[in-house]
Structures are given as structure tokens and as C-alpha cells.
């Protein structure tokens, strides 16, 4: 006998997996670019400023830098900018001057406050994109009920309209059989010979044509069921 073959599902291929791994990667690595990139534009307009204002104020374009990153990416991306900044800073304004060690105590208070101030800004950011994600959330959701509103007047508009096409075809079959009674009556009344319709299924109530009245020698209009030719 054929030994048996068992059946399974076939995995899926290894370039999809790697495909998907890359892809949850990107977003991360472009705002890490991002806020690399914000940084380094921030250090390079402080260097610009030194031909003016020297060494002063050496963490304001910092400042701005997080702000900015705060408000476009939330609160890990202006954690990011702050440590770079610092470390930053700290290179290149800071004495001693390449170097990340920091020698003067006012400096160090300095960085700490700016430390402080990045986290409170990633907060806030973070705070305004949570807000900005839930009023997106809320219009698509107000977008969908809007949506399935309308569809929902459309099939109440067409029961309506599916309604009125049933009255016109109620009143149109109404006057047929209007005229079809009318032609009814209108040859009982005419015949040249007697016609008795009952109208119960056990003949109690049985009225005739005028020719079959007057053979019966009956009111018109009258039951004639109790009496005979």
C-alpha cells in the first residue's frame, strides 16, 4: 500500500517576511533621520550665529529643534533631539570645547533645565499628536455613520419610491376594476334575459337582473332567492 501523504499548509515565502520586517523598520529609521537631520540643521545655524553673538545662548536653536520635532513625530523623537542636542551642544559650545564633559557648574544647571524643558516639550507634543490622532479617528468615524447615513436615506428613498410605484399600480388596477364592474353592470342591466348572481356561497342572497325582476315580478333591487320562476 501507498503510504499516506499529509496535507499542510505552505509557508509563507521567506522575501514576504523579510519584506514585512523592513517595512515595520522604515517608519522608525526615517524620523530617526529626521530628528538627525533637524539636529544638525540646528547646530549648523548656532555655528553661523557664533560670528555674531559668540558663544552665548548656546542651546536656543536646540530649543526650537525639539519644539519642532515634538510637534511633527511626539514624545520618543524629542527624547531623541534632546540627547543628541545635548551631546551636541556639549561638543561644540560647551567648555571645555570637544569634549562631552562639561567643567563649569552653571553649564551643567544649564543642560539639566534643557533636559527638563525636552521633556516637557515631548510631552506636549506627544499630548498634540494623541489629540490630532483622535480627531482623526473621530472625523473618519463621523465620516463612516455620515456614510452609512446617506446609504440608508437612499434605501429609505427608494422603499418610498418602490411604495408609490405600488400606489399607482393599486389606483391603475382599482380603475380597471371599476370599469370592469361597470361593463358588468351595465350588461346585467341590458341583457334580454333573466341573470341571478348570488352573492353568498349557500344562495341565501341572490339579486337579478331588471329583465329577471320583472319575470319574478320582484322590487327591484330585492333578494330572490325565496322566489321562483
Known amino acids: 500500500p501507498e503510504p499516506a501523504s499529509t496535507a499542510s499548509e505552505?509557508?509563507?515565502p521567506a522575501n514576504g517576511r523579510a519584506l514585512a520586517r523592513g517595512e515595520?523598520?522604515?517608519?522608525?529609521?526615517?524620523?530617526?533621520?529626521g530628528v538627525i537631520a533637524v539636529v544638525v540643521l540646528a547646530t549648523a545655524a548656532r555655528l553661523l550665529?557664533?560670528?555674531?553673538?559668540?558663544?552665548?545662548?548656546p542651546l536656543l536653536p536646540y530649543s526650537f529643534a525639539i519644539a519642532l520635532v515634538a510637534a511633527w513625530w511626539g514624545l520618543w523623537p524629542a527624547l531623541l533631539a534632546t540627547g543628541l542636542s545635548t551631546l551636541t551642544a556639549a561638543w561644540?559650545?560647551?567648555?571645555?570645547l570637544g569634549s562631552f564633559a562639561v567643567a563649569a557648574?552653571?553649564?551643567r544647571v544649564?543642560?539639566?533645565?534643557?533636559?527638563v524643558l525636552g521633556v516637557a516639550l515631548g510631552l506636549l507634543g506627544e499630548r498634540a499628536q494623541r489629540s490630532q490622532r483622535r480627531a482623526r479617528e473621530r472625523s473618519a468615524e463621523l465620516h463612516r455613520t455620515l456614510e452609512a447615513l446617506?446609504?440608508?436615506t437612499r434605501s429609505l428613498q427608494d422603499a418610498l419610491a418602490a411604495r408609490d410605484r405600488s400606489i399607482v399600480e393599486l389606483e391603475a388596477t382599482d380603475r380597471r376594476l371599476r370599469h370592469t364592474l361597470?361593463?358588468?353592470?351595465?350588461l346585467m342591466r341590458l341583457a334580454p334575459v333573466g341573470i341571478l348572481v348570488a352573492r353568498d356561497a349557500q344562495g341565501e342572497v341572490v339579486h337579478g337582473n331588471p329583465y329577471a325582476e320583472r319575470l319574478l315580478r320582484a322590487a327591484p333591487g330585492g333578494n330572490l332567492s325565496t322566489l321562483s320562476v
Open 49 to 57: 550665529l557664533n560670528a555674531w553673538i559668540g558663544r552665548a545662548s
Open 92 to 96: 561644540f559650545f560647551l567648555d571645555p
Open 10 to 12: 505552505p509557508a509563507p
Open 105 to 107: 557648574p552653571a553649564q
Open 24 to 33: 515595520a523598520w522604515r517608519e522608525p529609521l526615517r524620523v530617526a533621520v
Open 150 to 152: 446617506g446609504e440608508r
Open 110 to 115: 544649564s543642560l539639566l533645565i534643557f533636559g
Open 182 to 186: 361597470e361593463e358588468f353592470e351595465s
